[in-house]
Every structure is written in structure tokens, then in C-alpha cells.
């Protein structure tokens, strides 16, 4: 089983609908956790942390952890074509999953 | 304030070769981390360091080193070169560990 593991996609959704990206992890004893986006032929750029149960708000974007269930999501509203783009999700800052790639249809 | 500079981009050796990448991290920040990024395997976390400490090793064999100078720059090096060495090598700084990190543009390496 990976640590951190994520559908690899691709995710299809149309423009300004809500995009949701999921992610679970193995190790229960994790306390922070990350979303980073990646751009094709970029660099992963930070767009939240998490680290506490529940949900956490910033823009666009929302984060949910719920660590009883080992999970960590990611809601896209309002999706916009310029969030085409992969997502990883990070647990403890080291270890990534796979990445989902998502595409938003104009 | 400056991010997370990474020398150099590109870069093409011969398998056998060593190469040496360098990483200057954000200013403040005293952890670096490297890693691995490849389109079969996806982001690796190769090491860790911290005021010139390597805190955290991620599974690699031990061609891959890397060490921190007391400025918080960083440098990764890789001897003996094989192909599967190609990949996108990503430096990462932040204040500390477990907290938000910040990337550089990476280091492409393609061994031939």
C-alpha cells in the first residue's frame, strides 16, 4: 500500500462547477497536510495547508482532513480552464502522492 | 522576497559521470529538502536538511548525497550516473519541517 495515495485521474469537470480531489494516507500518527498544484513542464506551487480536522477555506478552494477516516480532500468551486492542472496532495511535507490531473472545460 | 533559486536548469551528462546541483533557498529559511520528479514515478523526497544537518533520507542509493552550508544553501550530488538518474530534480525550502514548503524551477538532468 502507498503512503499517500490519489486517483490519478484524468478529472473532467466543466467550467464553473465544483472540481473535488481526493487523497488518503496510510501513516494515522500524520499531523500536516498539503495541496500543491503543478503546472505541465512547472514546478509544484503551495496552494494549502491543513491541519486540523474539519474544513479550511481559502478563495476558490477548500480543504477538508478528517483524520479518524485518513482522508484529505480538496474542493475547486467556481472551476476555472486556468486550474487545468495536476494536484498533489503532500502528508507531513515529504511524502506526495501520484498527483490527479485535472482538466476544466470551457 | 526572493524564492527558491535552483542552478543549474538544464543540464546533460554521460552515464558514469557525477554531477553536483545546487539549491539557494528562500531567505529565512533553514530547511531544504530535494527531490526526485519523474512521469513514472511521480515526486520522491530524496533528503532533508536543516542547519547543516541532514534530518531526513528518503529511499535512494547512496550515489545521491547532498549536504548544507552555514548560509542555508544547499547542494545535491549524484555520482556514477546511470540513465534512470534522468528526471526533473526539485529543491524545496521552508522554515521548518512539516510546514509549508516553497519550490524552485528544478533542475532538468538528462543522462545519455
Known amino acids: 500500500q502507498k503512503e499517500v495515495e490519489q486517483n490519478s485521474g484524468p478529472l473532467s469537470v466543466p467550467e464553473g462547477a465544483i472540481a473535488s480531489l481526493n487523497c488518503t494516507y496510510s501513516?494515522?500518527?500524520?499531523?500536516?497536510f498539503f495541496w500543491y498544484r503543478q503546472y505541465s513542464g512547472k514546478s509544484p506551487e503551495l496552494i494549502m495547508s491543513?491541519?486540523?480536522?474539519g474544513d479550511k477555506e481559502d478563495g476558490r478552494f477548500t480543504a477538508q482532513l478528517n483524520k479518524a477516516s485518513q482522508y484529505v480532500s480538496l474542493l475547486i468551486r467556481d472551476s476555472q480552464p486556468s486550474d487545468s492542472a495536476t494536484y498533489l496532495c503532500a502528508v507531513n511535507d515529504m511524502r506526495f502522492g501520484a498527483g490527479t490531473r485535472l482538466t476544466v472545460k470551457p | 522576497k526572493a524564492g527558491v533559486t535552483q542552478t543549474p536548469r538544464y543540464l546533460i551528462k554521460t552515464r558514469g559521470q557525477q554531477v553536483t546541483l545546487s539549491c539557494s533557498p528562500i531567505?529565512?529559511?533553514?530547511?531544504v529538502s530535494w527531490y526526485q520528479q519523474t512521469p513514472g514515478q511521480g515526486l520522491q523526497f530524496l533528503f532533508e536538511?536543516?542547519?547543516?544537518?541532514?534530518?531526513n533520507k528518503g529511499n535512494f542509493p547512496g550515489r545521491f548525497s547532498g549536504r548544507q552550508f552555514s548560509n542555508s544553501r544547499s547542494e545535491m550530488n549524484v555520482s556514477t550516473l546511470e540513465l534512470g538518474d534522468s528526471a526533473l530534480y526539485l529543491c524545496?525550502?521552508?522554515?521548518?519541517?512539516?510546514?509549508?514548503?516553497?519550490f524552485g524551477p528544478g533542475t532538468r538532468l538528462t543522462v545519455t
Open positions: 491543513i491541519y486540523s480536522n
Open positions: 524545496a525550502s521552508s522554515l521548518g519541517t512539516s510546514v509549508e514548503q516553497y
Open positions: 536538511y536543516f542547519s547543516e544537518t541532514q534530518r
Open positions: 531567505s529565512g529559511h533553514r530547511s
Open positions: 501513516d494515522r500518527g500524520s499531523q500536516s
